[in-house]
């Protein structure tokens, strides 16, 4: 797939959000998006203001560790949070559509036509006491009401072998019990592309699967996006699963975006200290086989009392370069010297080039 870079919008009351260049534009375009929980404990902010654009025929990878808020951006996207526990603001604009603050019922009838989502758990996700064909037929017949039995099965059938299921008129009639982990993360992939939606949420898709299967599931995933022009958002910790597959990154960190642009530059050039961590945590091969991996020290923040300043301060062996910015302001997502390339850091572009330099790529980071 061709990668291209994005280019801010420009507004200068919201983050700034980068806008694909080709074709059609964005055919999920994010706005400011906050999502709020309340609890017995306090409100969890578990998405703070959060940008992004993807358009149909690219993939957009969202990365970051448990409780950055990507699944949760997700689960908004598909109006999957419970109404009376949630609080949702911004803008979430589906092929034009905007989905906030609209009605249960018209976002459920989108829902499996217009987007879909493959889930990180297959075996939970699917029903165990229904074969796997039949609840693929059954997402097919909600939203084509006059299909038959038949047609359904038909379809569902079709759409087994598409995803590289093996003998898929028998495989119909089996239980995902009678799956293994990668022909059920398949089966999902077939119930999601069963509508032929325009986009595709897989949140974590080849997770606890072996790295054979891994790669299999990714493969399918690029080549049914080349064959229904799907715009993809692939939620993942792996950096290894971005780089391979996705055109852009969004880099998650306590519910807001750190790092955002193509995966050329912020893999390549990455910007926010949180993003070197990742990139650090993570074998390089072609780095030193004998070199320990270092992990980022500390764990996420809480959602119910983040810290003040930059939520990644207390983690961040830069904070105080600007002396107590870090502490005290928020930072902004801004450009980061290439177009499309934005980070929320409080060091300088100066600061930046210099620390990698000197101190980040010598370990291994630089891919």
Not at 108 to 113: D, E, I, V
Not at 184 to 190: K, N, P, S, T, W
Not at 352 to 365: L, P
Request: with cysteine.
């Amino acid at each position: 797939m061709g990668r291209s870079e994005a280019v801010p919008s420009g507004e200068p009351d919201r983050p700034e959000v980068p806008e694909q260049r080709s074709g059609d534009g964005p055919y999920l375009q994010v706005r400011d998006l906050r999502v709020r929980f309340d609890t017995e404990d306090g409100v969890v902010r578990a998405v703070d203001g959060v940008s992004f654009a993807v358009e149909r025929g690219r993939t957009l990878g969202i990365v970051g560790e448990s409780g950055s808020g990507k699944s949760v951006t997700s689960l908004a996207i598909l109006g999957l949070h419970n109404a009376k526990r949630t609080t949702i603001s911004g803008e979430i604009s589906v092929g034009g559509r905007q989905l906030v603050g609209l009605g249960e019922e018209e976002v459920r009838r989108l829902r499996g036509r217009d987007m879909a989502m493959v889930f990180q758990d297959p075996l939970s996700a699917l029903h165990p006491y229904y074969s796997v064909g039949r609840q693929i037929a059954e997402a097919y017949r909600v939203h084509h009401p006059r299909a038959g039995r038949r047609e359904a099965r038909t379809r569902a059938v079709d759409m087994l072998g598409r995803v590289g299921i093996p003998q898929p008129a028998r495989r119909f009639d089996q239980y995902p019990h009678e799956f293994s982990g990668g022909m059920r993360q398949r089966a999902m992939i077939a119930m999601a592309l069963v509508n032929d939606p325009d986009l595709l949420i897989a949140d974590e898709p080849t997770t606890a699967l072996d790295v054979t299967v891994q790669a299999q599931i990714l493969d399918l995933l690029a080549d049914l996006q080349e064959e229904f022009r799907s715009a993809i958002v692939l939620i993942t910790h792996d950096l290894g699963v971005v780089s391979q597959v996705a055109d852009d990154v969004l880099v998650m960190y306590a519910g807001r975006a750190v790092e955002h642009g193509s995966v050329e530059r912020v893999l390549r050039a990455p910007q926010h200290p949180y993003t070197w961590g990742l990139l650090s945590s993570v074998p390089s091969l072609h780095g030193d086989a004998d070199a320990d991996l270092l992990p980022i020290p500390g764990n996420p923040p809480s959602l119910i009392n983040l810290p003040s300043g930059c939520a990644f301060h207390p983690r961040c062996r830069w904070a105080d370069v600007n002396g107590d910015r870090s502490r005290t302001e928020v930072p902004e997502l801004r450009e980061a010297g290439a177009p499309g390339h934005l980070v929320a850091c409080h060091l300088s572009a100066g600061d930046r080039e210099r620390i990698y330099r000197d101190e980040v790529a010598q370990v291994g980071v630089a891919r």
